[in-house]
């Protein structure tokens, strides 16, 4: 397997305290930073999520999948982030990684 990608993002949950929603907001600012559709048409990719949050029990990993339209999603989450105040102000940060096989013909440096 060989990067093809990586792309960092910052999420926040202002008032409910929500880790997962946090999460989601930093994978999403990843995935607006980027569009590949080369990922449609190469099968076999690996997507490795890692998030940072004060409190990585506290989310779901179940809902990263739906969020990537191809392939095989890995979710890590982490100790890291911020928490802010006393006021449920959530920091998450993430970074995305994408994978794909060795193919024949291709090179990347």
């Known amino acids: 397997m060989r990067r093809l990608i990586i792309e960092m993002g910052m999420g926040v949950d202002l008032t409910g305290g929500d880790y997962t929603k946090a ?5 999403r600012d990843c995935l607006g930073h980027s569009a590949l559709p080369i990922l ?12 940072g949050v004060q409190r990585p029990e506290a989310v779901d990993t179940a809902v990263f999948p739906a969020m990537f339209p191809v392939g095989e999603v890995e979710v890590a989450v982490r100790h890291g982030g911020m928490d802010v105040g006393a006021g449920g102000h959530v920091v998450a940060s993430a970074a995305v990684e994408v ?10 440096r």
């Open 23 to 27: 999460a989601q907001r930093a994978v």
């Open 99 to 108: 994978f794909l096989p060795a193919q024949d013909g291709w090179r990347i």
């Open 40 to 51: 449609h048409e190469v099968p076999g990719a690996v997507v490795r999520v890692t998030i």
